[in-house]
């Protein structure tokens, strides 16, 4: 299974941009990047996910680069509802599982 | 209901008991996954279920853990004779089948093993 890296930890303002990056230089070609997020004391909550292109919808924006080797979400106007721990995950090739990483926990600072 | 739903939200149990934790997947999830989260840890896979296929049981810790999903709707995850280091959130999700779609997570059960 591809292994990504996260920071540990980041803060962003309130209203600004937050942009989380994750490593994942191992990936295979057939392999999707997915975000998700866990609100504290939450179940995980699916965000985006994507193969090649650059993806948007409604909660946030996925950027990957060309090599594939990494990528970043990016929510547009953080807000203190979006404090929570992120992770990248890149899904086992051929499987199905999501291996969860240790994530990035996002402060949204007032 | 609408999401996946798991219960009891919180379990105290003593040690060597048995435990039942039971998920309600969204209607028409095909797919189904068991994970348990340790204080402060990240998620860790424990089981999963896909239509009538056999189950993936790789990341089951012991045989003390089984899970049985009847009907391809609910699911049933056991800890037989519990140890304080079962104590965890066990989290189940569904999805609408194995290929590239999303998967829903309950809000999980609080394990406590006194």
């Known amino acids: 299974d591809a292994k990504t890296t996260q920071p540990t930890s980041m803060d962003c303002a309130e209203g600004r941009a937050a942009n989380l990056p994750c490593n994942h230089s191992t990936i295979s070609g057939n392999e999707y990047v997915y975000w998700y997020r866990q609100i504290h004391s939450q179940g995980p909550q699916y965000i985006i996910h994507g193969l090649k292109n650059n993806e948007t919808n409604e909660m946030a924006s996925l950027i990957i680069t060309e090599d594939r080797k990494s990528s970043t979400l990016i929510l547009p106007h953080a807000t203190l509802r979006d404090t929570a721990v992120y992770y990248c995950?890149?899904?086992?090739?051929?499987?199905?599982?999501?291996?969860f990483g240790t994530g990035t926990r996002l402060k949204v600072l007032a | 209901g609408a999401g996946v739903s798991q219960s009891p939200s919180n379990k105290v149990t003593e040690k060597g008991k048995d435990v039942e934790l039971r998920c309600d997947p969204i209607s028409g999830h095909t797919a189904l996954y068991w994970y348990r989260q340790s204080l402060g840890q990240g998620l860790e896979f424990l089981i999963y279920f896909q239509g009538n296929s056999a189950p993936d049981k790789s990341g089951l810790p012991s045989d003390r853990f089984s899970a049985e999903r009847t009907g391809g709707s609910v699911s049933t995850l056991t800890i037989q004779r519990t140890q304080q280091e079962d104590s965890a959130v066990y989290l189940c999700?569904?999805?609408?089948?194995?290929?590239?779609?999303?998967?829903?997570f309950g809000q999980g059960t609080r394990l406590t093993v006194v």
């Open positions: 995950i890149v899904r086992a090739s051929g499987t199905y599982k999501y291996i």
């Open positions: 999700a569904s999805s609408l089948d194995r290929q590239n779609t999303e998967a829903f």
